[in-house]
């Protein structure tokens, strides 16, 4: 009887564990194929199809939701809104769905967020778009906010001119380190306009000036319809010291002040062209190369500093290496230069060839030559050179006199074993605000260390590119304008506009002047 009962006492403990497995394994399937399903249907921008999907596993009571199904059916219902037919189902559907996500425990994350706040921006409900992106900041973790989570609160309040509420928003991205952009700008600058609010225009303007470059045609007739409206030519400045805007804008780096608005009357728009020296052809002012400011470079020069210290602290070489301490020293006792040079660059330069070497007479000293002559002071520039390399060109004959002379002249400094070149050379023209020529891009992770928006200005302003056609030298000196919007001590405003291929003969600038 034990003997017989054995089996069945064995079959029944192999079977009991695997209906459970079985039934989970199920259930993971159906979660697993709605949601391959539901993304296909985002792919055929199908809503009415995801949705009987949705409402089927819902009926069931057999498919546990996870944040991926509630994400997937939110991204498609904010991508339907576009659609005229579509956008009533998608707004009212959106809702539920976000409603039984929340009530099922499952935290948005910024995408889930992301496209909830859309859905109650096209609702006209700013309040609870920029509600959900609150609610995702209080709870903190993973899930940050961006720029397009933002956006949907912002652009509701200020098309529904709520500007105080928009104001809101942009407090709380700053908060959290998030920037606006152009379209956010054009909005705020509109709205501010709109509800006579002319302090903000003029923020909203240096803003532009700082976050882009060119305005986009849009962003143009914004501003153009502000300079023409009533309220603009209401708005007076009682102090109108030149040498006070003046002595502003030359601390602010060139073509701002940023004290506010100059002059009275009516302001006078044309739209036209600058010629290739920076002459407005409207109005006859000429146009700033925009540099840096004080504070952007003294805050530049010393990250540069600590760059090297750290880079010191981390060398486990045996051989001693000489503070970035004493090029400062070596510098302040022999500065004040026009152009710092990028040695190994400039003498390297398409050497990659069976024969290739460091190209002295031929490039580096062709360079030198080449802006002492271009000096109206009839100075040297100092090349950077590592140690290594200068002993080298030292032991060749054919070398050794013009090197020599160059050390003796405090022409060329050398860089220590152990150190990075990108150092010095940078360090030594943010250090003098000279012309920096190499043709180096500067992506090395140790400008990626550096502000960018900040370096690339910097760039844009100060490095000098280089070419050798047929052994001919051709540099490439910074532009003489800036293509940014710029701010006149004369109250005036020139504003370029995007053009095609980024030709800047073609380019068109809004002029804007008052009569007084």
């Not at 576009?82 to 039984?100: H, K, M, N, Y």
């Not at 002459?279 to 006859?284: A, N, Q, T, W």
């Not at 210290?309 to 981390?314: G, N």
């Not at 140790?446 to 052994?471: A, P």
Request: with cysteine; charged share 25%; net charge negative.
């Amino acid at each position: 009887m034990a003997t017989s009962d054995h089996p069945r006492s064995r079959h029944h403990r192999d079977e009991s564990p695997t209906k459970p497995n079985k039934k989970k394994k199920a259930s993971h399937n159906q979660e697993k194929n709605l949601l391959v399903n539901l993304h296909s249907c985002s792919k055929s921008k199908n809503l009415s199809a995801a949705l009987s999907l949705y409402d089927a596993a819902i009926a069931s009571g057999d498919v546990r939701l996870s944040q991926q199904h509630f994400q997937s059916l939110l991204y498609l219902c904010s991508a339907s809104l576009g659609d005229p037919s579509l956008q009533t189902l998608a707004i009212d559907r959106g809702f539920q769905v976000f409603e039984r996500m929340v009530g099922s425990g499952i935290s948005p994350n910024e995408a889930s967020v992301t496209s909830m706040a859309r859905l109650a921006a096209a609702k006209g409900d700013g309040d609870y778009a920029f509600k959900v992106v609150k609610d995702i900041v209080a709870v903190g973790g993973v899930s940050v906010p961006r720029l397009r989570t933002y956006a949907p609160a912002l652009l509701c309040f200020c098309e529904r001119l709520e500007a105080e509420k928009g104001y809101e928003v942009e407090e709380h991205m700053e908060a959290s380190g998030i920037a606006l952009e152009e379209v956010e700008i054009s909005a705020m600058l509109k709205v501010s306009a709109a509800t006579g609010r002319e302090n903000k225009v003029y923020r909203y303007l240096h803003k532009l000036r700082e976050c882009v470059g060119f305005v986009s045609e849009e962003t143009s007739k914004v501003i153009e319809e502000w300079f023409c409206s009533e309220k603009a030519s209401e708005v007076v400045r009682i102090s109108s010291d030149l040498e006070l805007l003046r002595a502003a804008a030359l601390k602010n780096g060139g073509g701002w002040h940023g004290l506010g608005w100059v002059g009275e009357g009516k302001w006078v728009v044309k739209k036209g062209k600058v010629s290739a020296d920076g002459e407005c052809l409207s109005c006859g002012e000429r146009l700033a190369c925009v540099d840096t400011n004080e504070v952007e470079t003294e805050n530049f020069v010393n990250s540069l500093v600590a760059l090297a210290v750290e880079r010191k602290a981390k060398m486990n070489s045996c051989e001693p290496m000489e503070d970035f301490s004493e090029f400062q020293e070596w510098l302040e006792k022999h500065g004040d230069y026009e152009a710092i040079l990028d040695g190994a660059n400039i003498g390297l330069y398409q050497q990659n060839f069976a024969d290739g070497g460091f190209s002295l007479p031929q490039q580096l000293e062709a360079v030198v030559k080449e802006l002492y002559s271009k000096s109206g002071n009839k100075k040297w520039p100092l090349i950077l050179l590592h140690k290594k390399r200068v002993n080298a060109l030292l032991e060749n004959p054919n070398h050794r006199n013009v090197v020599e002379e160059w050390i003796s002249n405090d022409v060329l400094y050398t860089t220590p074993p152990g150190s990075n070149d990108d150092w010095y050379w940078l360090y030594a023209a943010a250090k003098f605000k000279c012309l920096l020529v190499t043709n180096d891009e500067m992506r090395d992770h140790i400008f990626e260390l550096l502000s960018t928006s900040f370096f690339q200005k910097w760039k844009l302003r100060h490095q000098v590119r280089y070419t050798f056609v047929k052994g001919s030298l051709k540099l490439e000196m910074p532009p003489p304008f800036s293509v940014v919007i710029q701010e006149s001590e004369k109250g005036s405003w020139h504003v370029p506009i995007t053009c095609k291929d980024g030709e800047e003969s073609l380019r068109n600038w809004m002029c804007v002047t008052r009569q007084s």
